[in-house]
């Protein structure tokens, strides 16, 4: 049985920062992909970034580059999402997921497992 659990969101001033972290379980995803996605009220779950599980070639989507780093910790099978210089337009729940086949993707259709989401709430 899988299970990804993310932790760290919370409310933050715009321009503030958070990290949230994803603790994978129940196999090894060694070079697979994890990825970062998000939902805001009324809209689509969206990419955010992901990474291969080696750590190589992370991949972001344009609004968050240079903001949003991705990365992971293979000893604590967990996944990390820094998130600074945090905009209003960040709120979201965001959710962690896992991809099993090789390769990064944008596509929420490419990933078999998800947590349960956390919420990431920037106030102006």
């Known amino acids: 049985q899988v299970q990804l659990a993310e932790s760290g969101g919370g409310l933050v001033q715009a321009g503030g920062s958070l990290r949230l972290s994803c603790a994978a379980s129940?196999?090894?995803?060694?070079?697979?992909?994890m990825g970062w996605f998000r939902q805001a009220p009324g809209k689509e779950r969206d990419f955010v970034a992901a990474?291969?599980?080696?750590?190589?070639?992370?991949s972001y989507t344009d609004s968050v580059k240079g903001r949003f780093t991705i990365s992971r910790d293979s000893g604590k099978n967990t996944v990390y999402l820094q998130m600074n210089s945090l905009k209003p337009e960040d709120t979201a729940v965001y959710y962690c997921?896992?991809?099993?086949?090789?390769?990064?993707?944008?596509?929420?259709?490419?990933?078999?497992?998800w947590g349960q989401g956390t919420q990431v709430t920037v106030s102006s």
């Open positions: 997921a896992a991809r099993t086949y090789y390769g990064l993707s944008s596509q929420r259709s490419d990933y078999t497992y």
């Open positions: 990474i291969i599980w080696s750590g190589s070639r992370p």
């Open positions: 129940g196999r090894t995803f060694n070079g697979y992909a």
